[in-house]
């Protein structure tokens, strides 16, 4: 049996062996460590492997062995070090093969390729960082196509815009040519001129604040001020407002409001969101149709509807109806009253600045724009009368 001091001799022995191999493995660890990976693995097995044999043929010669219980020692101690360094190098080539698959798919990631989890077996870690880098390329991959989306909508915006503002510019320019050269002399010619040039100033002014808004909802520098509103005061306001040009273009509009006791936030931005959706329904609407605007509320929300008898969206142009530009395939020039193709962009803009939401849909004759709000907590109060 061992006694206590040797004991604590064997363990001194075997401690100081194995500390300066593990020193001298860590000093070359730091020389490789900017080496590929399976360089610190050999290092690293090395130094376990011979930590453990130099601790045990140290401590055998220091116990005095015999010649033959020192060779059986040397013996065991070779091929437990031939067999841990094998195991160790297959280990460390299977953790090597996970981390070239795991590299593999992040050069795919930078070089914009499909990526997938490498089918091979690998360690939990390497696969969650795998999963990872597989979602990361998702996420870029949808982000791209949002960027080649909206620099393809940008694209088809400066189009349009130059070609809304190019036409009346032209007429501007001729207008004012014609009153500085005297060809127009008649005061009722003359009344007609500055008619005219004020209703094409007045175009442009509102094209300029409509891009003006979009930039301000796509910089996200826009601020809704909470301010409690009853909802049919603003349908009333938005159907009062359009019913001139609705009559002139002989378009009936209607307005009715199911819930007297909904309240809506920000007044002034569902305002402007419900102009934008009664003018662009009058304005696809042919003679002799209707535009419903309704109103309501559904427990947590309040929702406005504005359906028209237009005929219909193509359903290919349903996804891109809020798109900034986009006016369909039908061609139209400001003379028709089409503005710049960003009423609807603006109005989704600010519903969602709001937290709500805005979707179209297909219905007899033709579509449907329904807006949802969340409804603040407050209390029913008496509403005007919706209007008729």
Not at 100 to 127: C, I, N, T
Not at 148 to 171: C, F, K
């Amino acid at each position: 049996m061992i006694s206590p001091a040797d004991l604590v001799a064997v363990l001194a022995i075997a401690g100081a062996v194995a500390l300066a191999v593990a020193l001298a493995g860590a000093v070359a660890l730091a020389a490789v460590r900017r080496r590929p990976i399976a360089a610190g693995l050999a290092v690293l097995v090395l130094t376990v492997v011979g930590a453990g044999a130099a601790a045990t043929v140290a401590t055998g010669l220091a116990m005095f062995l015999s010649a033959h219980d020192l060779r059986v020692l040397l013996v065991v101690v070779v091929v437990a070090a031939a067999v841990g360094t094998a195991g160790a190098a297959l280990l460390a080539r299977r953790l090597v093969a996970a981390v070239r698959d795991v590299a593999a798919v992040a050069r795919s990631l930078a070089d914009e390729e499909p990526v997938a989890v490498p089918a091979g077996p690998l360690p939990a870690e390497l696969r969650a960082l795998a999963g990872d880098l597989v979602t990361a390329a998702d996420r870029l991959a949808a982000a791209r196509e949002r960027e080649r989306a909206l620099e393809g909508s940008r694209r088809e915006l400066v189009g349009w815009v130059s070609h809304d503002l190019r036409t009346p510019l032209a007429g501007l320019r001729a207008m004012a040519e014609a009153l500085e050269d005297g060809v127009v002399a008649e005061p009722s010619e003359v009344a007609d001129y500055h008619r005219r040039i004020r209703v094409e100033t007045d175009r442009l002014t509102a094209m300029v604040d409509d891009l003006f808004e979009l930039s301000r909802l796509h910089a996200g520098t826009l601020r809704l001020t909470p301010v409690p509103t009853v909802l049919s005061d603003v349908v009333s306001d938005a159907v009062a407002a359009a019913r001139p040009v609705a009559r002139a273009r002989g378009v009936h509009l209607v307005g009715r409001i199911e819930d007297d006791a909904a309240r809506l936030l920000s007044a002034a931005s569902l305002s402007r969101v419900l102009s934008n959706l009664v003018s662009n329904a009058v304005r696809h609407t042919q003679a002799g149709g209707t535009v419903t605007v309704e109103g309501g509320a559904a427990e947590s929300w309040v929702w406005v509807a504005v359906s028209d008898e237009c005929g219909g969206i193509p359903e290919a142009d349903l996804p891109r109806v809020f798109e900034v530009g986009f006016r369909g395939n039908r061609a139209r020039s400001p003379g028709d009253g089409g503005g710049g193709g960003l009423g609807l962009s603006i109005a989704r803009g600010l519903v969602e600045a709001a937290g709500g939401s805005v979707e179209v849909a297909n219905v007899d004759n033709g579509c449907r724009f329904t807006v949802r709000l969340a409804a603040p907590a407050a209390a029913a109060v008496a509403l005007a009368p919706a209007a008729d």
